[in-house]
């Protein structure tokens, strides 16, 4: 059996998180995430995936595409009623067709639609924006950013800060930003390392970190961990 890597002062958080991205990649492989076929899916599936699995995400874009409505034009267009009616696999379809139609006139009042336009912006003046509309919090935030703008901002989820949690990287009470800021300090801004590291993991999550963890074969079993956090 190997031995146990161990915490040092000199093994701080910002190399321990580079050798856990080494780790699992080597492990998982890429993930080829997020699966948007283009930059609308990608902002539309943002929203759709709050609180709910993938899964149910998959179906309601399924109904979006048979009608015609996987665009940021289309959802403009479109009645919220029926907006609402076709995302029902997706749950709370009626908070999400309301986000979703908050969203896509903020893109048009304040860039007429023109995707371009909003990610030539400076990431330090558009992410605020992004987060002034209504029911966008900073994981949608950074998720659209990130896979549908191509800018190096860090997407932070639950899965994220239990597996830091669990290897006495962060404490219960570490907000958004902080763990953020752990990661952004760690990699160069980079858009591609930065999804395919929350894209991993994600992967751990679902596959040994869970919420009640199992941690056989699990690629960062070498780590100081406290599987019951």
């Not at 479109?78 to 006139?105: F, N």
């Not at 048009?108 to 919090?137: E, I, N, Q």
């Not at 949608?140 to 932070?156: H, K, S, W």
Request: glycine fraction near 4%; include cysteine.
């Amino acid at each position: 059996m190997r031995a146990a890597r161990t915490m040092t002062a000199t093994n701080d958080s910002s190399r321990v998180l580079r050798e856990f991205y080494t780790t699992l990649f080597a492990a998982f492989g890429p993930q080829y995430w997020w699966p948007g076929e283009t930059r609308d899916e990608i902002i539309i599936g943002a929203i759709l995936t709050q609180n709910t699995a993938w899964t149910n995400v998959a179906r309601a874009i399924t109904q979006l595409r048979k009608h015609e409505a996987l665009t940021l034009r289309a959802i403009h267009e479109l009645d919220e009623s029926r907006l609402a009616d076709w995302i029902k696999p997706a749950g709370t379809y009626r908070v999400k067709a309301r986000r979703l139609k908050a969203l896509v006139h903020w893109f048009y009042d304040h860039f007429d639609g023109d995707l371009d336009r909003v990610f030539a912006t400076p990431l330090a003046k558009l992410r605020p924006m992004l987060l002034s509309v209504s029911g966008v919090g900073p994981e949608t935030a950074d998720a659209i950013l990130l896979y549908a703008g191509d800018i190096p901002t860090f997407v932070v989820d639950a899965y994220t800060r239990r597996i830091l949690r669990r290897h006495d990287i962060i404490d219960g009470e570490a907000g958004y930003e902080h763990v953020k800021r752990l990661f952004e300090h760690a990699n160069s801004p980079d858009a591609h390392v930065y999804g395919e590291y929350h894209a991993l993991l994600v992967a751990l999550a679902k596959r040994h970190c869970k919420s009640t963890a199992d941690c056989d074969d699990c690629p960062l079993r070498d780590w100081p961990h406290d599987a019951s956090k």
